[in-house]
Nanobody, 122 residues
């Protein structure tokens, strides 16, 4: 059983900051890409930022220069620093990870956290 547990969401005023964290637990061999997605009411889930296991990152254009993704491979965690938040950033933020369950399989599976609400007031 693999679990991704997020923390750090909340209510913040426009221009404020939050830090989201996600910890992976359970039985697995290796985590590859970890990412944050978000879904606003009435909209599709979208990629916010992703980071590979060797530290390469990519960001949605809407969050570049405001959000920073990082990970700690030793602790199996990924974080997202959200700065200069805007009301359009209001959404449920989901942690995502691609991982291999064991050394004996090459299959990469995708897991999701339960989501954490970020609300930005104007």
């Amino acid at each position: 059983q693999v679990q991704l547990v997020e923390s750090g969401g909340g209510l913040v005023q426009s221009g404020g900051s939050l830090r989201l964290s996600c910890a992976a637990s359970g039985s697995f061999f290796r985590i590859y890409t970890m990412a944050w997605y978000r879904q606003a009411p009435g909209k599709q889930r979208e990629l916010v930022a992703a980071i590979t296991n060797d530290g390469n990152t990519n960001y949605a254009d809407s969050v570049k220069d405001r959000f920073t993704i990082s990970r700690d491979n030793a602790k199996n965690t990924v974080s997202l620093q959200l700065n200069n938040l805007k009301p359009d950033d209001t959404a449920v933020y989901y942690c995502n990870a691609d991982l291999r369950r064991s050394l004996t399989t090459m299959r990469v599976e995708q897991y999701w956290g339960q989501g954490t609400q970020v609300t930005v007031s104007s």
